[in-house]
Nanobody
C-alpha cells in the first residue's frame, strides 16, 4: 500500500490547513488510519485516528477541539482539517495505516504503512 500525503504549507497562527492522504489500494477501507507528526528533535506524536467506517475517531490532547479527521472510503482518502493552528503545531505530518486494526493508536510501531510526510509550518 502506498500512501500519498498532501496539503501542507506555511500558515499564520490562527489559520487553517487541510491535509489529505490518498491510499493506493481498495483495501484501504478495512484499515485503521491515523495522522502523526514529528517536529525537529522530538519523537513522532500521535495526532488523530479513525476506524474503518469512520464512526469512531480519536485525537491527541494537544489537538482535540481544533483538528477533525475524516475519511472517504470510496475515494481511498483520509483528511485532517486543522483549525486555529499554533506555532507548536509546526511539524512534518504523516499519514499511517494499520491493516490489523490493533487499536493501539498511540504506538507508531503498529502502523505498517506510512506516507512520505508533508510539512506544516505555523508562523507566530
Amino acid at each position: 500500500v502506498q500512501l500519498q500525503a498532501s496539503g501542507g504549507g506555511l500558515v499564520q497562527a490562527g489559520g487553517s490547513l487541510r491535509l489529505s492522504c490518498l491510499a493506493s489500494e481498495r483495501a484501504f477501507n478495512s484499515y485503521y488510519m491515523a495522522w502523526f507528526r514529528q517536529a525537529p528533535g522530538k519523537e513522532r506524536e500521535f495526532v488523530s485516528g479513525i476506524r474503518r467506517s469512520g464512526s469512531s475517531r480519536l485525537y491527541g490532547k494537544s489537538v482535540e477541539d481544533r483538528f477533525t479527521i475524516s475519511r472517504d472510503n470510496a475515494k481511498n482518502t483520509v483528511d485532517l482539517q486543522m483549525n486555529a493552528l499554533k506555532p507548536e503545531d509546526t511539524a512534518v505530518y504523516y499519514c499511517a495505516a494499520d491493516p490489523r486494526g490493533s487499536g493501539l493508536w498511540y504506538s507508531p510501531e503498529v502502523y505498517e504503512y506510512w506516507g512520505q510526510g508533508t510539512q506544516v509550518t505555523v508562523s507566530s
